[in-house]
């Protein structure tokens, strides 16, 4: 039997602009935009799961790609929580059958509320039933919500559910995972998300400074991911093989070296294998310190040391065993 890597797709991935395939038509679709997909998102997912095995029918995850918000504010800093990749499998272990990838275009921008629920979701989609959060608006000028899904989707015969919103001591959003991420605080974003934040990215060459101090690096461009406070964290390494690593990672802009270049770099601990060219995902447990530039590299090496032991005192000390 062929093995499933961690980085292998186990369900598959619906595009809107395609041909929508007849065995997933009469599913139950779960329906936002589902970056990070936390707790809330999973509050929702779980609702439409259920009804779909009460039901005996398929349940389908849906997203939108581009974020709304890249559409309407190009200029905007990179936030993402997660990757398309990182939500397909997220999606699968959540226990649904597909994930649709809404593609937010200008066209979709454009359509009216009634029109995503009569031409996409019922005419295109076939959906038996849809499930969102309370707060969850769509269509032009976002002047779609629950109450027209409840009433012109039932004229439809299109059923919806709405799910309240999950909070601790304020409401779970992807917008306080942001923030505790940008404040240096990856283990309240973790409690949030219910896993570490993580990014995904092919590992690349860089200028082997960190061989020559000693400390190997894997080079990985933050992308469209949220940047979270530069600084050095303990860290974990999943790689495609599924082996999990433990480790030092900078993210930032290196100040002790010129020109300065944006990267989260990687030291995994008692590893020496290559990893150019490779995926890997590196979790981000717990913020030691701040960028700094040293005096000189004798300097920085001395800091990389006791890096290294306060990232491997805080790993152990969640449980993480190497």
Known sequence: MTSITPFAPTIP???SNQAFPPEFRGAIIALGNFDGFHAGHQAVAGEAIAWARAEGRKAIIATFDPHPVRHFRPDTPPFRLTSLDQRQRLFAAAGADAMLVLDFDGAMAATKADDFIASLLVDQFGAYGVVTGEDFSFGQGAKGDIALLHGYGAMLGLRARAVSPVADDAVISSSR?????????????????????AVEAKVQHGDKNGRLLGYPTANLDMGQYLRPKYGVYAVTGTLADGRVLHGAANLGIRPQFEPPKELLEPYFFDFAEDLYGQTISVALHHFLRGEAKFDDLDALKGQMAKDCDKARESLASDGNRP
């Not at 505790?180 to 605080?185: M, N, V, Y």
């Not at 974003?189 to 896993?195: D, K, N, P, V």
């Open 13 to 15: 991935r619906l595009d």
């Open 177 to 197: 995972i942001r923030a505790a991420l940008q404040a240096g605080d990856p283990q309240a974003a973790s409690a949030l998300m219910t896993r570490p934040f």
